[in-house]
Structure formats: C-alpha cells, structure tokens
C-alpha cells in the first residue's frame, strides 16, 4: 500500500499512516475519501442530523470527512487505541463522542440507534492491517444498533484464512441488500448493507 508523503497531523507506524485530518495528507486514499462522502452519497440517510457511529475511528479522518458532508450529524468515534484517542485534535474532538472501548464492548453495551455505522477495525500483523478474528461475525450485534432502514459499511480487510467472501456471508446472513465495492490498487473492499435496498447512486466496479 503506498500513500502520499505525511505532514504534520498525522501518526506513522510501520507502513500504516493514522491521519488526523484530511489536509494530513498531500492525497488522502480514495477508498477513505468514499468513506467520508458515504453521508451524502448515501440517499436512504434521510435524517437531516443523522447519528453516525465509527468503529476504528483513529485520529479521525473519515469523520472530519462525514462531518463536512453532514455538518450537523451525531458522530460516535470509536477507539480503543488510548495513544490514538488522546491525540485526536481538539477541534475534532469538540465535534465527537469519543467511546475508548473496543467495537465489540461498545456494540454490546450502548442501547443507541445509528443511521450510519461505519467499521473500519483492523490490528497490525506483520506490519499488515488486517481484521481481527472476532470482528468478522458480528453483523448481528450492528443490525440491532441500526434504526430502521440505517446502513452499516465494513471495510473487508483480507487477512491470513479470512477472504471477502467469507465476510460477505456474515453480512448476508443479518442483511438482505449487500453491494461490494473495490478500488484499483487498494486491498480495501467496501461491503453496504442495510435492510432496505440500497439507493447509493453508484455500483460496485473498480476505481
């Protein structure tokens, strides 16, 4: 994975950039740029301010991003990571609840109801990001967080054993609409389900 060079704003580990805002980077990735217009793109989020939960949410790109599409939406960032949680910058974070839980904790405690959830999880193996195990089966715990009609987006980092089909079934099986997204040169692919048909304005190809 190659990525323009960092500036200030942003945290570095190995080949994994963190950014804290769009402007961190000279080019932010295009599968992150998708993900920060997903507010807008997606039309069954009707909500004027609509609640929008981050799974993995770093130093906060995708929801500096999701927040200029949707200046008035409900943004829960969700980070276990307390380096990464601390150094989210202040102006972002007057804009989002932060929950420095991991997904799975946060996904079984909270009693709230999102239009959006977005899952970028993922741990370094190797110098890799990949998705850890125990968050490939749990479309059932985000199904129950979704208001009626809400979307939730996973980003279906491969890993060792771990192939996009196999996540694909796990949304299939909570959710009937599933499209798939992929990008030229990246290893990201984008699952939207939700249980209404998805009304996206674009199809799954290659980017």
């Given amino acids: 994975m190659s990525v323009a060079a960092p500036s200030a704003g942003a945290i570095q580990r190995g080949d994994l950039l963190f950014t804290a805002a769009p402007g961190a980077l000279d080019e932010l990735p295009q599968p992150f740029v998708v993900a920060g217009r997903l507010p807008r793109l997606l039309r069954q989020l ?9 799974l993995g949410f770093g130093l906060g790109a995708v ?7 949707r200046p008035g939406m409900r943004l829960v960032g969700v980070e276990p990571d307390q ?9 972002l974070r007057r804009r989002v609840e932060i929950e420095s839980i991991d997904a799975l904790t946060f996904l079984r405690r909270t009693r709230r109801r999102f239009d959006l959830v977005f899952d970028d999880c993922f741990v370094l193996a190797g110098g890799d990001a990949v ?7 749990h479309a059932g715990l985000v199904a129950r967080r979704l208001r009626a009609g809400g979307v939730y987006v996973r980003n279906l980092l491969p890993g060792p054993g771990l192939s ?10 909570r959710f009937p609409h599933v499209a798939l ?23 799954s190809r290659l980017y």
Avoid: H, K
């Fill in 164 to 173: 996009v089909a196999d996540q694909s079934r796990d949304l299939s099986s």
């Fill in 46 to 54: 009707q909500a004027r301010d609509p609640d929008v939960a981050i």
């Fill in 83 to 91: 380096a990464l949680a601390s150094a989210i910058p202040e102006p």
């Fill in 63 to 69: 929801g500096a991003l999701m927040l200029e599409q």
């Fill in 181 to 203: 997204r992929t990008f030229r040169e990246w290893e990201n692919v984008f699952a939207v389900a939700s249980a209404r048909p998805i009304r996206s304005g674009w199809r």
């Fill in 131 to 137: 998705r850890p195990a125990e968050l490939t089966r």
